[in-house]
């Protein structure tokens, strides 16, 4: 029964976190495919270079939504090895893994930066809320979006540790900060020669 829960979160959160909304949103209203627009990413950012704005919070807000959802319902329902969190990780894992890499883009997608939030919101709501904050203070004073994610996301396991969160979860946020400021690497290089592109 544990193994068949562990296959059961792991397909179902991958293939949740694979649906690649942002491509999605584009290619209905635009016909354009998001993924050759700007960094080829299939996130609100390049959401926002195609479709403006309010596209950009409505994808990013739908990413975050997906990344909590198998972490929710992971949860609520799954017994296996509940008593350290074990399952509810995996969804997270393999949610920003399906984000990033997706079963229905030939494994392209986006930097998993919100649904990245998502998942710590639906592991520890305070954590995830204090973590979407400093994303966006950093990104409304430097007016970079990169730079406010690498940051957050950089500071998810000092977070997460501070509010006495399971150690399961502190790992979590290390290892997917780490994941998501390598996705961010051609974004670092650019901010270091100062050619990243700024919000406007």
């Known amino acids: 029964m ?12 991958y293939i949740i976190g694979s649906i690649p909304t942002g491509y999605i949103v584009v290619k209905l209203f635009t016909g354009q495919d998001i993924r050759t627009v700007g960094s080829g990413s299939t996130g609100a950012t390049n959401v926002k270079r195609v479709m403006g704005k309010k596209w950009f919070f409505i994808v ?9 959802l198998p972490v929710i319902l992971t949860t609520l329902f799954a017994t ?13 894992v393999f949610v920003i893994l399906g984000h990033s890499k997706s079963l229905f883009l030939n494994f392209t997608g986006g930097k998993s930066v ?12 305070q954590a995830g809320l204090m973590i ?10 430097s007016k970079y979006v990169s730079l406010g994610s690498i940051i957050a996301l950089g500071l998810a396991p000092f977070i997460m540790w501070f509010l006495n969160a399971p150690i399961a ?26 050619t990243e592109n700024k919000v406007r």
Request: proline share 1%.
């Open 114 to 125: 919100a649904s990245g939030v998502g998942t710590l919101l639906a592991l520890n709501w």
């Open 80 to 92: 296996a090895f509940k008593s350290i969190g074990l399952l509810p990780v995996l969804a997270s």
């Open 169 to 194: 979860y502190v790992m979590y946020a290390l290892c997917a900060g780490a994941y998501v400021i390598y996705l961010h690497r051609e974004n670092i290089q650019r901010l270091r020669a100062g």
């Open 60 to 68: 990013m807000l739908l990413d975050a939504f997906k990344g909590a």
């Open 132 to 141: 979407a904050v400093v994303w966006a203070f950093v990104t409304w004073t």
């Open 2 to 13: 544990s193994i068949i829960q562990i296959l059961m979160v792991i397909i179902g959160a």
